[in-house]
């Protein structure tokens, strides 16, 4: 703001001159810092574009064409989908898929968080065991399973009951890959909602204490509210997930038994490897991609029109003015704690922790028991045949690990066409370390560019990587298939990872943006300080990189 100064003259007069005491802004600072900001970003513009945007225009181009020439056919492929009897089934099996595989692992991750997140004994050793599924990898963890049910080695058999195949009875077959996939994804649920109910205040629950809330109406009126926006996400996050999900149904059932699983993630994919028919492939991923924005759409306009209604209809919350009455009496009491060199001081309800340890206990058990099941079979030494399986090895040994790490086709050379197994699995460390670092590095500065860069073109990438996480990730395959192998990447490693960084880039690019618009940005005005860094011990290079 101008600033009024007091000068005199040479005939002694004194006159007030106005100065702009604004800070002048220096250009070479702001065009070198919009450099660097490009330099962070374009990494990631790069590997987007190429392994995710052009895909997704490649595939939309595809679907106009035929397979065999390549010619312009125009909606010929999606009027072939829309003609076709089975295209309705299909369709229904998708939103089964995608459905279904939301509700019970949202039940069953609520039920997990809100055990896990009571103070018992114990908790951080449970928390652990129960997500040890979540980093089981699909076909390692669904191959366990079709282990589990054989009828003739599996779990029934051990029990002695004769269920035959639920994999291959229609009746049934989907009730076992929804239970399947609740096992295998419950666990995303348990960590997003562990944070929100971390983020919930203690000042809720005291007020409903204090007007005599039971545990249930706690949850009904305090929990439930105060994770209704991280449930959406979560559950949004997961549908489109589940919507084009692949692993589970080809691994297990490849689609039978006669048809009743077929989606359309793994109807493109037999339309395009084994048909070879990659326009009308390419058709079904742009349907299914539109079919899932659609419903998107819908839902949110439906959630929209319910909130607004339940919000009208809900009478005046005396809840929320006694909380903001009982969390502002808690900010003098902390802080004349803290006046007088005490530690602040908590007060938490004492409810019984003997159903949150059950549930602990339980959710454990569903994690683990059928890990537990096949380590128990492989330290079984009883040799095959018609002796009826147990649970509990007869004759505990570990003949069986050391027959596979003395087995040729673990470390041999010889067969050309099959590489050995310890050869596989060290591919299978370097692609993910690969990946990680990759994807890491990328998004890491993609992410605080995004953060720190205040443009239109910024803007414009944002959209770009929100509109990119509502895509398939089955739209990519075929295009990158042809893109790898035009540019010889097929069959290599590299080609691997780049196609496995292709779909967590977006969404770790993402999540680093948040996290940067977390942290303070430094003052325009006055230059950055760095004490409280250096009163870390850090020097005054590596102080300054966190605190900008």
Same mark, same amino acid.
């Given at each position: 703001?101008?600033?009024?100064?007091?000068?005199?003259?040479? /005939?002694?007069?004194?006159?007030?001159?106005?100065?702009?005491?604004?800070?002048?802004?220096?250009?070479?600072?702001?065009?070198?810092? !919009?450099?660097? =900001?490009?330099?962070?970003?374009?990494?990631?513009?790069?590997?987007?574009?190429?392994?995710?945007? %052009?895909?997704?225009?490649?595939?939309?181009?595809?679907?106009?064409?035929?397979?065999?020439?390549?010619?312009?056919?125009?909606?010929?492929?999606?009027?072939?989908?829309? @003609?076709?009897?089975?295209?309705?089934?299909?369709?229904?099996?998708?939103?089964?898929?995608?459905?279904?595989?939301v509700v019970p692992s949202y039940l069953l991750g609520m039920f997990a968080a809100l055990s896990l997140h009571q103070r018992i004994r114990g908790r951080t050793a449970l928390r652990v065991l129960a997500l040890v599924p979540f980093v089981i990898s699909a076909p390692?963890?669904?191959?366990?399973?079709?282990?589990?049910?054989?009828?003739?080695?599996?779990?029934?058999?051990?029990?002695?009951?004769?269920?035959?195949?639920?994999? /291959?009875?229609?009746?049934?077959?989907?009730?076992?890959?929804?239970?399947?996939?609740? &096992? /295998?994804?419950?666990?995303?649920?348990?960590?997003?909602?562990?944070?929100?109910?971390?983020?919930?205040?203690?000042?809720?629950?005291?007020?409903?204490?204090?007007?005599?809330?039971?545990?249930?109406?706690?949850?009904?009126?305090?929990?439930?509210?105060?994770?209704?926006?991280?449930?959406?996400?979560?559950?949004?996050?997961?549908?489109?997930?589940?919507?084009?999900?692949?692993?589970?149904?080809?691994?297990?059932?490849?689609?039978?038994?006669?048809?009743?699983?077929?989606?359309?993630?793994?109807?493109? =994919?037999?339309?395009?490897?084994?048909? %070879?028919?990659?326009?009308?492939?390419?058709?079904?991923?742009?349907?299914?991609?539109?079919?899932?924005?659609?419903?998107?759409?819908?839902?949110?306009?439906?959630?929209?029109?319910?909130?607004?209604?339940?919000?009208?209809?809900?009478?005046?919350?005396?809840?929320?003015?006694?909380?903001? @009455? !009982?969390?502002?009496?808690?900010?003098?009491?902390d802080a004349a704690d803290r006046a007088a060199g005490r530690m602040p001081r908590r007060s938490h309800l004492r409810d019984s922790l003997v159903l949150p340890y059950i549930g602990a206990v339980v959710v454990v058990l569903i994690a683990l028991a059928p890990i537990?099941?096949?380590?128990?079979?492989?330290?079984?030494?009883?040799?095959?045949?018609?002796? !009826?399986?147990?649970?509990?090895?007869?004759? &505990?040994?570990?003949?069986?690990?050391? !027959?596979?790490?003395?087995?040729?086709?673990? &470390?041999?050379?010889?067969?050309?066409?099959?590489?050995?197994?310890?050869?596989?699995?060290?591919?299978?460390?370097?692609?993910?370390?690969?990946? @990680?670092?990759?994807?890491?590095?990328?998004?890491?500065?993609?992410? *605080?560019?995004?953060?720190?860069?205040?443009?239109?073109?910024?803007?414009?990438?944002?959209?770009?990587?929100?509109?990119?996480?509502?895509?398939?990730?089955?739209?990519?395959?075929?295009?990158? *298939?042809?893109?790898?192998?035009?540019?010889g990447l097929l069959g290599t490693l590299t080609g691997l990872v780049l196609a496995l960084s292709a779909t967590f880039l977006p969404l770790s690019t993402l999540l680093f943006k948040v996290f940067f618009d977390g942290i303070p940005r430094r003052s325009r005005s006055?230059?950055?300080?760095?004490?409280?860094?250096?009163?870390?011990?850090?020097?005054?290079?590596?102080?300054? &990189?966190?605190?900008?």
């Amino acid at each position: 703001m101008p600033v009024v100064a007091t000068t005199s003259t040479d /005939a002694g007069r004194v006159r007030d001159v106005r100065v702009d005491a604004r800070p002048v802004p220096r250009r070479g600072g702001s065009t070198r810092r !919009t450099g660097v =900001y490009l330099l962070l970003i374009v990494p990631a513009v790069v590997l987007i574009g190429a392994l995710v945007v %052009y895909p997704i225009v490649r595939s939309i181009l595809t679907s106009f064409q035929a397979a065999d020439t390549g010619r312009y056919v125009g909606l010929e492929n999606y009027r072939r989908f829309f @003609t076709d009897p089975n295209s309705a089934s299909i369709v229904a099996h998708t939103f089964v898929r995608g459905i279904g595989g939301v509700v019970p692992s949202y039940l069953l991750g609520m039920f997990a968080a809100l055990s896990l997140h009571q103070r018992i004994r114990g908790r951080t050793a449970l928390r652990v065991l129960a997500l040890v599924p979540f980093v089981i990898s699909a076909p390692v963890g669904l191959n366990m399973w079709r282990l589990l049910l054989d009828p003739a080695t599996g779990v029934p058999a051990a029990l002695g009951w004769n269920l035959g195949d639920p994999l /291959a009875d229609p009746k049934t077959v989907w009730v076992v890959l929804l239970l399947i996939n609740t &096992w /295998a994804s419950f666990q995303f649920y348990t960590i997003v909602l562990l944070a929100g109910l971390a983020r919930i205040p203690d000042e809720l629950y005291e007020v409903a204490a204090t007007d005599g809330a039971t545990r249930w109406q706690r949850f009904r009126f305090v929990t439930l509210p105060g994770l209704g926006a991280v449930s959406v996400l979560a559950c949004t996050v997961h549908f489109m997930g589940s919507f084009q999900e692949f692993n589970l149904i080809y691994i297990l059932t490849g689609g039978g038994p006669a048809g009743v699983t077929r989606t359309l993630a793994t109807y493109s =994919y037999e339309q395009a490897f084994s048909n %070879y028919d990659t326009g009308y492939a390419t058709a079904l991923t742009t349907i299914s991609m539109l079919i899932m924005l659609l419903f998107l759409a819908v839902a949110y306009v439906v959630g929209r029109v319910l909130l607004a209604a339940a919000r009208a209809a809900r009478p005046a919350d005396r809840m929320t003015l006694l909380a903001r @009455t !009982t969390y502002q009496r808690r900010q003098r009491r902390d802080a004349a704690d803290r006046a007088a060199g005490r530690m602040p001081r908590r007060s938490h309800l004492r409810d019984s922790l003997v159903l949150p340890y059950i549930g602990a206990v339980v959710v454990v058990l569903i994690a683990l028991a059928p890990i537990l099941f096949m380590v128990s079979r492989s330290l079984d030494g009883t040799p095959g045949g018609l002796e !009826t399986v147990s649970i509990i090895p007869r004759q &505990w040994t570990l003949s069986n690990y050391g !027959t596979v790490l003395s087995s040729p086709d673990l &470390w041999s050379k010889d067969n050309l066409l099959t590489p050995p197994l310890a050869f596989n699995f060290l591919n299978s460390i370097l692609v993910t370390a690969a990946t @990680t670092l990759l994807v890491l590095l990328v998004s890491m500065v993609a992410g *605080y560019a995004l953060s720190r860069w205040q443009s239109a073109w910024t803007r414009l990438l944002l959209v770009v990587l929100l509109v990119v996480q509502l895509v398939p990730a089955i739209v990519l395959v075929f295009p990158l *298939y042809d893109f790898f192998a035009q540019i010889g990447l097929l069959g290599t490693l590299t080609g691997l990872v780049l196609a496995l960084s292709a779909t967590f880039l977006p969404l770790s690019t993402l999540l680093f943006k948040v996290f940067f618009d977390g942290i303070p940005r430094r003052s325009r005005s006055r230059p950055p300080s760095t004490a409280p860094a250096r009163c870390g011990s850090c020097s005054r290079s590596s102080a300054r &990189w966190p605190v900008r």
